[in-house]
């Protein structure tokens, strides 16, 4: 039964540019939700998507993008990349049904910014 | 005030001892909660999930809850050095029927032989 797989594991850019992180969920899952954890700080929700939209948005520019697929595997966009966007970015996947639902996270993607 | 708060730590105890890390909530709808642990350069890992006041025990965890405090808390037995980590704890709350997540910022527990 595979998990939630994230890609790439690492990731290098310079300010200004664009990045496509990838997130497929866990087997008989179908809500996606992303996160973005910074350095020595809990997850920061980024938002989630549940066929094919967007249904909640955490505080984030609208840099940050996403997208769902109809075998429910996500695209996280982010544009115009800031050094502030340096951090460990994880993808959750979980049952739709209600919040009550624990959520499973991918390794996740490292991106810095240079 | 934060949403979701932890002391940060880093809490030192002796291997074999029991450790307790303590989170505070601030919405006081909030309905569902969770312990994630996260080794270093890892990501999260679901160790425990508490819906109702009181205890729930897996293993050498426990979780404990308390809705009128708005405290939620978890303990491990029997400590092992394998149990250092971070220790986050995450809340669903009632303004959001999607399963949003809102994490404290862990607290970073230190099981030394």
């Known amino acids: 039964d595979a998990g939630v797989t994230q890609s790439p594991t690492h990731l290098i850019k310079t300010r200004g540019q664009q990045v496509t992180l990838r997130c497929s969920p866990k087997?008989?899952?179908?809500?996606v939700s992303w996160y973005q954890q910074a350095l020595g700080q809990g997850p920061q929700f980024i938002f989630q998507?549940?066929?094919?939209?967007?249904?909640q948005r955490g505080n984030f520019p609208d840099r940050f993008s996403g997208h769902q697929f109809p075998n429910y595997s996500s695209e996280l966009n982010v544009n115009a990349l800031l050094l502030g966007d340096s951090a460990l970015y994880l993808c959750?996947?979980?049952?739709?049904?209600?919040?009550?639902?624990?959520?499973?996270f991918g390794d996740g993607t490292r991106l810095s910014i240079l | 005030q934060k949403e979701v708060e932890q002391n940060s730590g880093p809490l030192s105890v002796p291997e074999g001892a029991i450790a307790s890390l303590n989170c505070t909530y601030s919405?006081?709808?909030?309905?569902?909660f969770f312990w994630y642990r996260q080794y270093s350069g890892k990501s999260p890992e679901l160790i425990m999930s508490?819906?109702?006041?009181g205890d729930k025990e897996d293993g050498r965890f426990t979780a404990q809850l308390n809705k009128a405090s708005q405290y939620v808390s978890l303990l491990i037995r029997d400590s092992q050095p394998s149990d250092s980590a971070t220790y986050l704890c995450?809340?669903?709350?009632?303004?959001?029927?999607?399963?949003?997540?809102?994490f404290g910022q862990g607290t970073t527990l230190q099981v030394k032989p």
């Open positions: 508490i819906y109702s006041n």
């Open positions: 998507y549940y066929e094919e939209e967007e249904r």
């Open positions: 919405d006081r709808g909030s309905q569902s």
């Open positions: 087997s008989g899952h179908d809500t």
């Open positions: 959750a996947s979980s049952l739709r049904v209600s919040g009550n639902q624990p959520q499973h």
């Open positions: 995450a809340v669903n709350p009632p303004s959001s029927n999607t399963g949003k997540l809102i």
